[in-house]
C-alpha cells in the first residue's frame, strides 16, 4: 500500500505545480494586457500571497507564498515602439513540504499607432 500512497502524493504535487503554471501564466497574460492598455503597474515590483485553488466552498487550500513581478521599461532606440521587460514568478509548498518555485521572464513590446 505504501507504493499507491507514494504514487497518489506524487500525482497531487504535479496537479499543484500544474496549476501554479496555469495561475502564473494568466498573472503574466494580465500583466501583459494592462501594460499594452497603458496601465503600467505601480509599484513597478511586488510580491504577495495568493491562493492558486479553492475547494467546493470556496476555501482555499493552495496557497502560493509570494506571487512576484517586476516591470521594468526597456530602451527600443525607437520612438515607434516601446518595450517592457516583464518577469514573474511564484512558490509554493508542495505536499511533500519543499519549496517549489516557477519563472517567466519576457519582453512585451508595444507598437505606437
Known sequence: MI???????????????????????GYTEKLKGKISSGVIPVPASRCNPECIEYDKDDQCIVEAREVCYEVRKKDTGSILARSYE??????W?????????????????????
Open 86 to 91: 516583464i518577469n514573474t514568478k511564484i512558490s
Open 3 to 25: 507504493g499507491v500512497a507514494q504514487a497518489k502524493s506524487g500525482l497531487r504535487s504535479i496537479q499543484i505545480e500544474e496549476e501554479a503554471f496555469d495561475y502564473l501564466q
Open 93 to 113: 509548498v508542495d505536499n511533500f513540504d519543499v519549496t517549489q518555485k516557477l519563472e517567466f521572464e519576457t519582453v512585451h513590446l508595444i507598437m505606437k499607432k
